[in-house]
Structures are given as C-alpha cells and as structure tokens.
C-alpha cells in the first residue's frame, strides 16, 4: 500500500469526497425545498422528523467511522486481508444495529414524537409522523450504503461514493417529482421517494464490493464468521465515536424543541438554516473523511510525521474552500430566499436570513479546527477526548448559553445559532491543544 500522500494525491482524493458530500445531503435538502410548496406545516413536520434521524444516523455514522478507520489502519500495514475480515464484520455489526433501530422507532414513532414535540400543533405533528413512517425502515439501506462508501474511501477511491450518491440523487428527484406533484402524495411521496433511492444505492454498493479487485472485497460474507477481535478494534472508535454523536444530536434535538417554542414561523425560519449549515459544511465534512483514510494509514504504519504532515496540507485546504465556498453563499443568499419567498410568510424569511447569515460568516473562520481537525483524532485512536470535549462543548456552551440568552435575557429563536457559535470556540480550543501535544501519537487502534 502506497502511503505517500503528496499535495496532488490528497486533493485527487478529496474532490470527489465534497461532491459525494454535496449529493449526501441534497436527498434532505431537495425533500426539505420541495415540500415547502406544501406549506408551513409540511417543510417543519419533514424537519422535526430529521431532527430526530439525524441522532440515528450518528449510530452508522460512529461504526462506519470505526470501520474507516481500522480498515485504513491495516491497509497502511499492508494487511488486506484483515482490511477485508474487517469489512465484513463492519458489515454484520451495521446491519443487525440498524434494523434494531429500524424497528423500534417505527414502532415508537408516535409515542417519539410527543416525548420530544408533544407541545406543537397537531397538523405539524400528523405530517412529521407521516414523513416518519416511511423513512425509518430506510434506516438499514442508510447504514448500507454509508459503509460501502467508507470502504471504498480507505482503499484510496472516493469517486465509487460519489457515483452511487449520484444515483440515488437522481432516484430520489424523479420520485418528489412523481409523488409529490404527480400522485399528490405530500409528505408522504417525500419520504416513499427517499426510501426507495436508498434501497437502491444500498444494493449498488454492496454488489460492488462483492465484485471488487481492490484490497478489500467481501466475498465470502454468507458464511458469517464473527471475529471479536477485528469487531472489539471497530468498537474501540465507533462507541466513543457513537456516544459523542449521539450526546451532540441529543443537545441539537434539546435546542430543536427550544426553537419550537417560539412558532412555526421560528420553525421554518430554522430549518432554512440548517439547510444553510449542511450546503456550508460540505467541504469541512469531506476532507474530514479524507483524513480518516490519510492520518488511518500513516497512523498503521507509524508514520507520525506523516500524519501531522498531511494534517496540516488538509487543514489548509479546508481553509481555501470553505472561505471561497461560504463566502459565495452569502452573496447568492438574496437569490436563494427569493425561492423560499414563493411559499414561506415574511417572518419566517427574516429567521432564516438571519441564522444563514450568522452560520456562513462564522463557519469561514472557526468551524474547521472545531469540526475538522477531529477526525485526524479519530483517526488516531484519540476518540475518548473528543468524545469528551465534544459533550463539555455541546451541553455547557451550546445549550446553556442557549436557553441562558433565550429565558434570562429574552434573545429568542437567535440565541440557538450564537450559542452554537460558542460552542465552536471551545471545540476548536479543546482539539487544537491536544493535537498540539503529540499525545494523540500514544493510541493504539489495531
């Protein structure tokens, strides 16, 4: 396995992580943008429910991050063929999780809903939970998907993803297009739509990697072998990968019932936000995955300096392209809330103008050592720290200046999106001392 990772390699890897990352999300977005010719109550109830998923995704997000990282690890040794064993317990762990989480919530959706949104309307809560039936048996397809690309992203190949997210992307679009518009489905023909594209993608992916000729394939998975030991080194960074997801997406969905509070105009206004957060985010999120795989192998083969070498050139990039990336996206911002204007009352326009203004201004300067430079941590098997700083940084600056500015000093809805710039601050802080101290160097993964 070659571990050289020059300028001109990492940015061949990279490109195609961002656009994989931008067709990721587009299935939420165009769900989101389309359903908002549905009304106010249809784009909030699609939003509450995503809220909640978001915090089930981080499970496969956490094993998958898991999978990336051991499989990059023994892949830098030069072990394929416990990158494979590795592959193929990610796969059994990630299918027997996401079908537990697939049936629980759909059978608890309901109760779900009025734990954590009891005090909304109830046309907002019939629309979440219609949106809701369809999309939590997705879930397996989800976690599928998800670790057939990280595979293919530790063998150094991140167009395979970004092929398959283009292709449930367009699955997707046509299926808004003919339930929504033709079969006049609402939210529902959202949600059959995004189910279906994601059971594609799923299949696609998997029939892949069977067939691969690269360093990892999955031959032989029917005869199910469990290896602890392969399974306990995934373990290692999925559970504190997957506690700090979970903690973190609990505090979002804390903050969600705070922004709830103030109306469905502060509602849409705040999921026009997020919208903005996850366009924005797009390119610190795919270097980050490329730092997984890069500082994963240097970290197998005990390339140290390797590792804080390609740190530092992916940090810098992540510099250049969310400076240019989010400073284009407040000079389009006039021309996108012209869409919104179309269905949306004036209200919520001002909410979401203000919060997409606060997000993509202080994304370009403190977003990336607080959200980025993580994943060389995790990659390093230095998961416990950021777990911890990530809860520190959530629950005691995020949400406690949150509901401090929003009931102390009656800030409103606007007091979430500065708290979450605090929140970023002590992140950033806390990730960039540690990797400052070398002790990340002492972790052991494989």
């Known amino acids: 396995m070659n571990n050289e990772w020059n300028t001109s390699r990492l940015l061949h890897l990279v490109w195609p992580l961002i656009i994989d990352q931008i067709l990721n999300v587009l299935i939420g977005i165009v769900d989101t943008v389309m359903v908002t010719t549905l009304g106010e109550n249809a784009v909030s109830g699609v939003s509450l429910v995503d809220s909640i998923n978001v915090i089930i995704i981080a499970v496969f997000t956490a094993l998958t991050t898991g999978g990336a990282v051991v499989c990059s690890q023994y892949l830098g040794r030069g072990d394929s063929e416990n990158a494979s064993n590795g592959a193929r317990q990610l796969i059994y762990v990630s299918i027997a999780a996401s079908l537990a989480l697939s049936v629980l919530v759909f059978f608890g959706r309901t109760l779900i809903l009025s734990l954590v949104y009891g005090h909304t309307g109830q046309d907002l809560m019939t629309e979440a939970e219609r949106y809701f039936f369809y999309t939590a048996p997705s879930y397996p397809f989800i976690a599928l998907s998800a670790v057939g690309a990280a595979l293919y992203r530790s063998m150094g ?28 489905w609402g939210v529902s023909g959202a949600a059959i739509s995004t189910l279906i594209s994601r059971l594609a993608a799923a299949v696609l992916v998997l029939w892949l990697l069977w067939n691969s000729g690269g360093q990892i394939n999955i031959r032989g998975i029917r005869r199910v072998r469990i290896m602890p030991s392969i399974i306990g080194s995934i373990l290692k960074v999925a559970i504190p990968n997957g506690v700090e997801g979970g903690i973190f997406q609990t505090g979002k969905l804390a903050l969600s019932r705070l922004i709830s509070v103030f109306g469905t105009a502060a509602i849409a206004g705040n999921a026009i936000g997020n919208i903005f957060i996850t366009i924005g985010n797009l390119p610190g999120w795919a270097i980050g995955q490329g730092l997984l795989v890069v500082v994963g192998q240097n970290m197998g083969a005990r390339d140290y ?19 240019i990336y989010n400073g284009l996206l407040l000079i389009l911002m006039p021309l996108i809330f012209r869409y919104f204007g179309r269905s949306l009352s004036p209200e919520s326009l001002a909410y979401g103008r203000l919060f997409a203004t606060i997000f993509c201004t ?12 993580p994943f060389a941590l995790r990659a390093a098997g230095d998961g416990k720290y950021t777990m911890f700083i990530s809860t520190i940084a959530m629950w005691f600056a995020r949400v406690g200046i949150a509901y401090l500015l929003a009931y102390i000093f009656g800030l409103g809805a606007v007091s979430v999106w500065i708290a979450m710039v605090c929140e970023w601050v002590v992140r950033a802080a806390g990730y960039t001392l540690r990797w400052r101290s070398n002790r990340w160097r002492e972790k052991r993964v494989i």
């Open 157 to 184: 190949n991140s167009r395979m993803g970004m092929w398959v997210s283009l292709l449930m992307n367009i699955l997707n679009f046509a299926g808004n297009a003919l339930f929504i518009y033709g079969f006049h």
């Open 305 to 323: 300096q390797g590792a804080g070498r390609n740190t530092r050139k992916l940090i810098g990039i992540t510099y250049i392209v969310m400076g």
């Open 362 to 373: 202080a994304a370009i300067l403190i977003w990336i050592p607080a959200y980025c430079l």
